[in-house]
């Protein structure tokens, strides 16, 4: 039996799926005005290992990856550069594909843009005005908290919001607190992006464009949604009203969230000045797949610190792995695999598993691997046959690992 923490109910639960072994998962996609880094990569390398063990437990995915190119920080950003937000946001999505590919993260079925789903964002927006979940005033519109009396039922925040948060205000309506932005008028500021829609001329809130893209592809009610934490509040949150106030539900069964990646104790950000990025470690010889190996030392809903002594520590743990397996696949002796090696298979094999149905308890099922590891390197006249049973128990892991070691 898999379990899974749910942010929603604050528990591990059974992992059940609505339609059997057909998988909805949305999720956030990273907001390409600049270059994701190495704490970004954490979070989508774990949803790339949810999904692969998914898809090894014998479920079929429906993955949606949104990206985010309409924002008030892109909008920014293109300004400063001098650049359409068009320019700006195909420049790093380019880049973003071109490191999830050096990661080997299985590409997602859809990857909608904002930009591209404009018609469904106005649309949802009449819909929740016409269900008196959303006002207009001067051409923005906002979503009423106060209708939703679930409102915090993610975070637990709820309507506390506004005593005391500090929030941006950009994106909330002053008087009323906590109510956020769905529709946002043209202003100055914003340019050339803008869209002509029912709603008047502006560009969609942040929130209601995941939202209405989830919709588009998975329905309005799916299994999964993910993100990091920071997407607990108030993106999610503000999500879950959307969706209610559209449907009369929650939207998605399960949310899962992976924690920060900490750099000498900070989280890792590039306004802080403390980013590294794929490249800065291709420069210092640690490869992506030991990146990987890295991030999954550590279960997902702890915070994990990057320094370059582990990051080094990886990459050899990596490279042994690599030599066992060009090991094994060298074996040439005859004969039966002995009990030995058919135990230890075994017993690695019913580890994998458990350590992951427990809620991805990747750093167990990382220790298991690298036990098979130490057992195949340790034995000299390892047979044919016996290097065959941990060659394909080792594919098997790396399966969902994706290391890439075969
Ligand atoms: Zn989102």
């Given at each position: 039996?898999?379990?899974?923490?749910?942010?929603?109910?604050?528990?591990?639960?059974?992992?059940?799926?609505?339609?059997?072994?057909?998988?909805?998962?949305?999720?956030?996609?990273?907001?390409?005005?600049?270059?994701?880094?190495?704490?970004?990569?954490?979070?989508?390398?774990?949803?790339?290992?949810?999904?692969r063990y998914?898809?090894w437990?014998?479920?079929?995915?429906?993955?949606?990856?949104?990206?985010?190119?309409?924002?008030?920080?892109?909008?920014?950003?293109?300004?400063?550069?001098?650049?359409?937000?068009?320019?700006?946001?195909?420049?790093?999505?380019?880049?973003?594909?071109?490191?999830?590919?050096?990661?080997?993260?299985?590409?997602?079925?859809?990857?909608?843009?904002?930009?591209?789903?404009?018609?469904?964002?106005?649309?949802?927006?009449?819909?929740?005005?016409?269900?008196?979940?959303?006002?207009?005033?001067?051409?923005?519109?906002?979503?009423?908290?106060?209708?939703?009396?679930?409102?915090?039922?993610?975070?637990?925040?709820?309507?506390?919001?506004?005593?005391?948060?500090?929030?941006?205000?950009?994106?909330?309506?002053?008087?009323?607190?906590?109510?956020?932005?769905?529709?946002?008028?043209?202003?100055?500021?914003?340019?050339?992006?803008?869209?002509?829609?029912?709603?008047?001329?502006?560009?969609?809130?942040?929130?209601?464009?995941?939202?209405?893209?989830?919709?588009?592809?998975?329905?309005?009610?799916?299994?999964?949604?993910?993100?990091?934490?920071?997407?607990?509040?108030?993106?999610?949150?503000?999500?879950?009203?959307?969706?209610?106030?559209?449907?009369?539900?929650?939207?998605?069964?399960?949310?899962?969230?992976?924690?920060?990646?900490?750099?000498?104790?900070?989280?890792?950000?590039?306004?802080?000045?403390?980013?590294?990025?794929?490249?800065?470690?291709?420069?210092?010889?640690?490869?992506?797949?030991?990146?990987?190996?890295?991030?999954l030392?550590?279960?997902?809903?702890?915070?994990?610190?990057?320094?370059?002594?582990?990051?080094?520590?990886?990459?050899?743990?990596?490279?042994?792995c690599?030599?066992?397996?060009?090991?094994?696949?060298?074996?040439?002796?005859?004969?039966?695999?002995?009990?030995?090696?058919?135990?230890?298979?075994?017993?690695a094999r019913?580890?994998f598993e458990?350590?992951m149905?427990?809620?991805?308890?990747t750093?167990?099922a990382h220790?298991t691997a690298c036990?098979l590891v130490?057992?195949?390197?340790?034995?000299?006249?390892?047979?044919?046959?016996?290097?065959?049973?941990v060659?394909s128990a080792m594919r098997d892991f790396d399966r969902v690992f994706g290391l890439?070691l075969f």
């Amino acid at each position: 039996m898999m379990r899974v923490f749910n942010t929603l109910s604050r528990r591990k639960e059974e992992f059940r799926p609505l339609r059997g072994k057909a998988v909805g998962i949305y999720t956030c996609g990273p907001s390409v005005y600049q270059r994701p880094h190495i704490g970004n990569y954490r979070t989508y390398v774990f949803e790339d290992v949810f999904k692969r063990y998914l898809i090894w437990k014998g479920y079929h995915a429906r993955h949606v990856m949104n990206l985010t190119d309409v924002e008030n920080k892109a909008i920014a950003e293109a300004r400063r550069q001098g650049k359409s937000l068009k320019e700006l946001t195909s420049h790093y999505s380019r880049i973003f594909f071109s490191d999830i590919k050096k990661l080997d993260i299985l590409p997602a079925d859809f990857y909608p843009r904002a930009s591209g789903t404009i018609p469904e964002i106005a649309g949802l927006v009449a819909l929740l005005a016409k269900k008196g979940y959303a006002y207009e005033v001067g051409g923005d519109w906002y979503f009423d908290i106060s209708k939703f009396r679930r409102y915090g039922m993610l975070s637990g925040l709820g309507h506390k919001i506004g005593k005391g948060r500090r929030i941006s205000f950009d994106d909330y309506y002053k008087w009323q607190a906590g109510d956020f932005i769905l529709w946002r008028r043209w202003r100055e500021a914003d340019g050339k992006a803008f869209w002509n829609t029912r709603l008047g001329k502006g560009r969609p809130g942040w929130s209601i464009e995941c939202t209405a893209m989830g919709r588009k592809f998975l329905g309005d009610r799916f299994d999964v949604k993910m993100g990091g934490v920071d997407n607990i509040f108030c993106h999610h949150e503000n999500e879950i009203a959307q969706g209610w106030g559209a449907s009369g539900r929650i939207f998605a069964k399960y949310f899962i969230h992976v924690k920060h990646l900490l750099i000498n104790g900070r989280k890792m950000s590039k306004s802080l000045g403390n980013a590294i990025y794929l490249d800065d470690l291709g420069r210092r010889g640690i490869e992506p797949g030991a990146l990987r190996l890295f991030y999954l030392t550590a279960h997902y809903r702890r915070r994990i610190s990057f320094t370059w002594e582990k990051a080094k520590k990886a990459q050899e743990r990596f490279g042994e792995c690599r030599k066992c397996v060009g090991k094994l696949k060298a074996a040439k002796e005859s004969g039966e695999a002995g009990k030995e090696a058919r135990a230890a298979v075994e017993k690695a094999r019913r580890s994998f598993e458990k350590a992951m149905d427990d809620d991805f308890q990747t750093q167990k099922a990382h220790d298991t691997a690298c036990a098979l590891v130490k057992f195949a390197n340790g034995r000299d006249g390892l047979r044919k046959s016996e290097a065959a049973l941990v060659l394909s128990a080792m594919r098997d892991f790396d399966r969902v690992f994706g290391l890439g070691l075969f």
